[in-house]
């Protein structure tokens, strides 16, 4: 039973361009986690989404960010336009039902330059 | 305000040796989980331990357990026979309830150990 996989790994856009950001969550599991860790900084909650709902994302940008999952396929954490302060490392996790524990993926490390 | 407080930005320990990471959490919610998980170099975030607020007993895993004093508010962490492995970063998380998502997890920010021969 392989892990939540995350892709890419690492990300390196221009200011301004669109990054997309992939996450399978475990077989199994249908709910799935978005958190941004900046720098020497801990986990913060971004979203929370079951298979084509968003239940929870009260941690998102306004702005700019957006999150899906659909029925088929990967979670996608999409940022527009991104700007040197959504640098940063960005995890998702993923867990069978709401109160189960959530298993983390590897990240995928956003650098904008 | 902050709910999860980690006060010790850095530690060191010696191998073989015991060390704790504290840990302190603020929450009105009688029904919480208290979670640890260790970030290496690497960057994964890997689950050592959890603690459920109802549970009679600290929770242990290996080489992990919790000390947890629910009037005081307090979570730690404490590591028995230390490894250069163990060498990370360690984050306190908690997650309410009643908060509407579950699993919404609240993050300290976080130790890092190093371990010294």
């Known amino acids: 039973n392989a892990g939540v996989m995350q892709n890419p790994r690492h990300l390196v856009r221009r200011r301004g361009q669109e990054a997309r950001l992939r996450c399978s969550p475990m077989?199994?599991?249908?709910?799935v986690y978005w958190y941004r860790q900046l720098p020497e900084e801990g986990l913060k909650f971004m979203v929370y989404?079951?298979?084509?709902?968003?239940?929870?994302e009260s941690g998102m940008p306004k702005e700019r960010f957006s999150a899906e999952f659909p029925k088929e396929g990967p979670s996608i954490l999409r940022i527009q336009q991104v700007v040197r302060g959504d640098s940063a490392a960005y995890f998702c996790?993923?867990?069978?039902?709401?109160?189960?524990?959530?298993?983390f993926g590897q990240g995928t490390r956003l650098t904008v330059v | 305000a902050q709910k999860i407080t980690q006060t010790q930005p850095g530690m060191f320990v010696q191998e073989k040796e015991a060390v704790t990471l504290d840990c302190t959490y603020d929450?009105?919610?009688?029904?919480?989980?208290l979670f640890w998980y260790k970030q290496p170099s690497s960057g994964e975030m890997i689950f050592l331990i959890y603690?459920?607020?109802?549970?009679?007993q600290n929770a242990t895993e290996g080489r992990y357990s919790l000390n947890f004093q629910k009037a005081r508010k307090s979570a730690n962490l404490v590591i028995s026979a230390s490894q250069l492995g163990d060498s990370a970063m360690y984050f306190c998380?908690?997650?309410?309830?009643?908060?509407?998502?579950?699993?919404?997890?609240?993050f300290g920010t976080g130790t890092r150990l190093q371990v010294t021969l």
């Open positions: 077989k199994g599991h249908s709910h």
């Open positions: 996790a993923s867990s069978p039902g709401q109160t189960n524990e959530a298993f």
């Open positions: 929450t009105s919610d009688p029904s919480y989980g």
């Open positions: 989404l079951q298979k084509e709902n968003i239940i929870d």
């Open positions: 998380a908690m997650r309410e309830v009643n908060t509407g998502t579950a699993s919404k997890l609240t």
């Open positions: 603690q459920g607020s109802y549970d009679q």
